[in-house]
């Protein structure tokens, strides 16, 4: 025998039907307040409404902005998307900050803050640094969350994007392997995506 109800919490739609409206609004405030809680950490990074990210085999958009900022023009690369309020993002730029000069030499990273906070992280980490305060790149790669690493073939072609917040010993060595060789053939072959 099976009732419904507010006392029946496994039949939700009948829990919301008997809420009350000061309820209702309490519910639809927590949930409004986890966002922007998300959002204020940095865990969602939003600039306009992205509907899918960029898939690994798809090609890179802004390709002439990464190399500028590399001055190169044909190599594999990392780009990195952080924000200047995110611990996460910190956290990752100091672990790509002590990996190897390939990797190095290899990254742009794009920052979801104004030219101070950037010149902020320039001073703090040995890497290179835009500001992209707009969100115009990172809407271009349908980027929504920080930190995010896209790394890139010789073609444009995005190949992997590695869980740079979890960051273990595997995400390391694709990130290491991938980058220390620009003329060897990509072997890495299962892509570690978000």
Same mark, same amino acid.
């Given at each position: 025998?099976? #009732?419904?109800?507010p *006392? ?6 009948q829990?919301?039907?008997?809420m #009350? ?8 405030? !927590?949930?409004?307040f &986890?966002?922007?809680?998300?959002? /204020?950490?940095? +865990?969602?990074y ?10 690994? *085999?798809?090609? %890179?958009?802004s390709?002439n902005?990464?190399?500028? &900022?590399q001055?190169?023009?044909l190599?594999r690369?990392a780009? $990195?998307?952080?924000?200047? %309020?995110c611990?996460?993002?910190v956290?990752a ?11 190095l030499?290899s $990254? ?6 104004t030219?101070q906070? #950037?010149?902020?992280?320039? &001073?703090?980490?040995?890497l ?9 790149i990172?809407r271009s ?9 896209? +790394?890139?073939?010789?073609?444009g ?8 917040? !979890?960051f273990?010993?595997?995400?390391? $060595? +694709?990130?290491?392997?991938? $980058? &220390?060789?620009?003329?060897?053939p990509?072997? #890495? /072959?299962t892509p +570690? /995506?978000?």
């Amino acid at each position: 025998h099976r #009732t419904t109800g507010p *006392g029946n919490p496994s039949d939700g739609h009948q829990l919301i039907m008997h809420m #009350t409206d000061p309820q209702k609004k309490a519910v639809a405030a !927590a949930a409004l307040f &986890a966002v922007l809680a998300s959002i /204020t950490a940095g +865990l969602i990074y939003v600039n306009g409404l992205i509907l899918e990210p960029l898939l690994p *085999g798809e090609r %890179v958009p802004s390709l002439n902005i990464i190399r500028a &900022a590399q001055h190169d023009t044909l190599h594999r690369r990392a780009v $990195l998307f952080v924000s200047p %309020v995110c611990r996460h993002c910190v956290q990752a730029l100091d672990r790509i900050s002590g990996m190897n000069g390939a990797v190095l030499r290899s $990254l742009t990273v794009f920052v979801s803050g104004t030219e101070q906070e #950037t010149a902020g992280l320039r &001073a703090r980490f040995p890497l290179p640094f835009i500001a992209d305060p707009e969100g115009n790149i990172a809407r271009s790669f349908r980027n929504s969350i920080v930190p995010a690493l896209y +790394l890139i073939d010789e073609q444009g072609i995005l190949r992997h994007r590695p869980n740079i917040r !979890a960051f273990h010993s595997a995400e390391s $060595l +694709l990130i290491t392997s991938f $980058l &220390a060789d620009p003329g060897r053939p990509d072997r #890495t /072959t299962t892509p +570690l /995506t978000h």
